[in-house]
């Protein structure tokens, strides 16, 4: 059973590309400068087809449940694997969809697991005039439309970053509930864009004929833009953690503070306290009982206290 690939085209010598509609048949190579076929992990057959057509440790390492990213040859052919930001609807971008790849000088295969866009952005290339002629330029394609993705979002956070950090380091506002959220996201999209740069590192250093040597400044362009997006998001997870540890000098300050005024107010009112319970014990002999200015002479006596005491208070410097 020939599995049902999401894209499948033979690149011509001409530089236009033609779809594939049978993935095990042979291509005229007096025609056709290399095929690419992409499939979907889950599709039907693809196990099958990729023990007939693919080396063994190839075809294990399409059929991956799991991977991470990194580069290796193996036999004629080079094997990667890539990540790409996650834009599928109700996921989170951070968590980053897997891209593997088989290439060799005839033959290019990609699988994924989840929708991965920018491989759909390939597709639409490939059926315009905008045609890699090779094998490894289609690679190097491919690694740029997943490094263009990571750049935006990195950027986004970039952004959010620093609207938080305006309202709370200038306005002293700002919803401090999305900070913990924000710093999650970054956690889990610098866990990892690191692991892709180093892939793209090798990608661009290995040892193959498969990759020119003009076609490698390109991809370690690449590369240093995926660099540079590791070292922004980083630069991101510091700033956060900054916010956070700001925030939280401020709640102990206000919560220290105010914890200082009721220590004073309570030191105010502690001798009035014992005045008032004293006075209002109900036992004979108490003063001023009989008298009409009792209660006056008792206010005035316990606003003069009161008044002594914050002057002994701020006299010892309390406040």
């Known amino acids: 059973m020939n599995p049902e690939p999401l894209s499948a085209f033979d690149v011509l010598h001409d530089g236009t590309a033609v779809i594939v509609s049978d993935t095990s048949a042979a291509f005229d190579q007096t025609r056709c400068a290399y095929r690419w076929l992409h499939f979907d992990l889950a599709t039907q057959g693809l196990t099958e087809w990729c ?35 996650n834009f599928n609807e109700g996921a989170a971008l951070e968590d980053m969809v897997s891209l593997r790849l088989w290439m060799t000088d ?14 759909e952005d390939l597709a639409k290339q490939m059926l315009t005039t905008d045609v890699p002629p090779t094998p490894a330029r289609l690679v190097a394609r ?25 309202a709370i380091y200038d306005n002293d506002s700002g919803d401090v509930t999305t900070l913990a959220p924000l710093r999650r996201s970054v956690i889990k999209l610098r866990r990892h864009i690191g692991p892709m740069s180093d892939a793209l590192k090798s990608l661009a250093t290995i040892e193959t004929v498969l990759i020119s040597k003009k076609l490698r400044h390109r991809l370690r362009d690449t590369a240093n833009r995926a660099t540079r997006s590791v070292e922004e998001v980083h630069e991101v997870s510091d700033r956060l953690i900054a916010l956070g540890q700001h925030i939280d000098l ?47 002479i008792l206010c005035l006596a316990m606003a003069t206290v009161g008044g002594v005491g914050y002057l002994i208070l701020r006299w010892i410097k309390w406040f």
């Open 51 to 85: 023990a007939a057509m693919l080396p063994p440790l190839a075809g294990r390492a399409l059929l991956a449940t799991k991977t991470r990213p990194h580069v290796e040859i193996n036999d004629d052919g080079l094997l990667a694997t890539f990540r790409g930001v």
């Open 106 to 119: 005839k033959l290019v295969v990609t699988v994924r697991k989840d929708r991965v866009f920018a491989m």
């Open 142 to 166: 491919v690694t740029e439309n997943l490094v263009a993705r990571i750049e935006q979002v990195s950027l986004d956070l970039e952004l959010r970053t620093d609207q938080l950090e305006e």
């Open 250 to 296: 401020n709640n102990d300050t206000r919560l220290a503070r105010n914890s200082y005024v009721l220590s004073v107010i309570a030191a105010i009112f502690l001798p009035l306290g014992f005045l008032t319970g004293l006075f209002g014990v109900n036992v004979g002999g108490m003063p001023g009982v009989d008298s009409e200015l009792g209660f006056l």
